[in-house]
Structure formats: structure tokens, C-alpha cells
């Protein structure tokens, strides 16, 4: 089963609910408006049985309402990885959820009672490698935050054997100006890096190879869909 549909009110909130109590290793969780309490205690249940949960919310709708304001206080009081959408955008409409990197939710409605109790609407749950890269390329694009991803790379081409020549007072150095970026990922960031630094890791969770395996299989769909039978 590549893709499955989920409609409200008719499924209600368990298909959701139970993908959640299913997760083991990761949860990433975009969403426009995030106030369902139950939903919000499986969330939490995640996070403290070892799950990684990362949650991006809204911060304000374009009237100044701040929705999500109560959730976030308590989702950080439950020590969950919780942030602002990107800021890069007016607003971050986007409800979506990817469990374990293996299943995407797409959905229509809010994880708020009155969505998932009252409302028609409908969430597209996909396995298809594709659709998940998908979302997790979205999500993870949002949620990039300034710190250690240099010592990250460094620390993975020593794992990989790369040799390492001390270059002070021998070279010169240029860094390239950016923008400041948010720094309030980084003591995640740190734990990160912590992790990288306790393993033998060479490679990134979705570096290059991931991206050039994507690759070969979308050149591969594409040739399959020009081609042609031939005709008797």
C-alpha cells in the first residue's frame, strides 16, 4: 500500500493517534494549528519513550493571533524539540507529519478537536519513497538553524580517514558573509554533534548518497514513462 486516504469526521483522529504510538525512532510534525490535547499527549508519550520528535508550528496567523502559543509552552515543558516555522514566509500553512522516515501524512485539517471531530477533510497517508523524500526535504529545509554543522562535517571525514594538516600561520582563510542565522537549535545542535562524535558515523543520515540514489530511481520512473509499446 503506496498511499491511503484518511477522511474526517467518518476515521476520526485514531489512524493519526495510532501511526504516532507506532513510531520508534522519529516524528516530524508541521502544522498550521496544534491544540488537540489527545494528540498532544501522544506526542509527548513519543518523545519520552525515545522517540526524536521535531515539531515546526505557526507562530502567528497574519491578524497577530498566536494559536499554538500554549502548545508550544507545553511541549517544551515536556522537553520536546518544538520551533517556528520558517520566517522566511508569511505564514507556514503546512499540516504534515513523516513517522520512522517511512510514512507521510498530508493532510487538509488542523490538529485542532473541532477539525478532527466536525470538519470534512481528508489527510493522504504515502509510503511511496518519493512522496516521503518529499516531505522530509520540505520539513527539514524549515527547520535549519545556525551551529556545529561544521565541526558535524569535520568530524565524519576523520571517521572516513581523511588525513588532517594543521593549517594556521600556513594559509590564509576566507569566509564567505551570510546572513545571521537563528541560533536556537543550538543546544540540539550539540546533542547532535555529541552523538557523531561518541559513533565511527562517516556519512550524513541524507547526504549525497541518499540524494544520488533519488536521483538514478527518478531518472529510472522517467525512461519507464517514455516508453512507448510498440504498436501491432
Wanted: aromatic share 6%.
Amino acid at each position: 500500500m503506496a498511499r491511503s486516504l484518511i477522511v474526517l469526521p467518518n476515521d476520526s483522529a485514531k489512524p493519526i493517534i495510532d501511526a504516532i504510538g507506532a513510531a520508534r525512532r522519529s516524528l516530524r510534525i508541521k502544522m498550521f494549528v496544534f491544540s488537540d490535547r489527545t494528540l498532544l499527549n501522544a506526542v509527548v508519550a513519543a518523545g519520552r519513550r525515545g522517540v526524536k520528535v521535531q515539531v515546526m508550528l505557526n507562530p502567528a496567523r497574519r491578524s497577530g493571533e498566536r494559536d499554538n502559543e500554549h502548545t508550544r509552552k507545553l511541549l517544551e515543558r515536556a522537553r520536546v524539540r518544538v520551533r517556528d516555522a520558517n520566517p522566511a514566509f508569511d505564514l507556514t500553512h503546512e499540516k504534515s507529519m513523516v513517522v520512522d522516515d517511512a510514512a507521510a501524512f498530508v493532510k487538509s485539517f488542523n490538529w485542532a478537536t473541532k477539525n478532527l471531530t466536525e470538519t470534512r477533510d481528508y489527510a493522504v497517508v504515502t509510503t511511496n519513497p518519493h512522496d516521503v523524500g518529499d516531505v522530509i526535504d520540505g520539513f527539514d529545509a524549515d527547520y535549519s538553524g545556525w551551529g556545529k554543522e561544521d565541526s558535524d562535517i569535520i568530524v565524519r571525514l576523520l571517521h572516513a580517514g581523511v588525513r588532517r594538516k594543521d593549517g594556521r600561520f600556513a594559509t590564509g582563510v576566507i569566509h564567505l558573509w551570510h546572513p545571521e542565522a537563528d541560533r536556537g537549535q543550538l543546544a540540539a545542535n550539540d546533542a547532535r554533534l555529541d552523538v557523531v562524535l561518541g559513533s565511527d558515523r562517516a556519512r550524513a543520515q541524507r547526504g549525497l548518497t541518499v540524494l544520488r540514489e533519488a536521483a538514478e530511481l527518478g531518472e529510472h520512473d522517467r525512461q519507464d514513462g517514455q516508453h512507448v509499446p510498440a504498436q501491432s
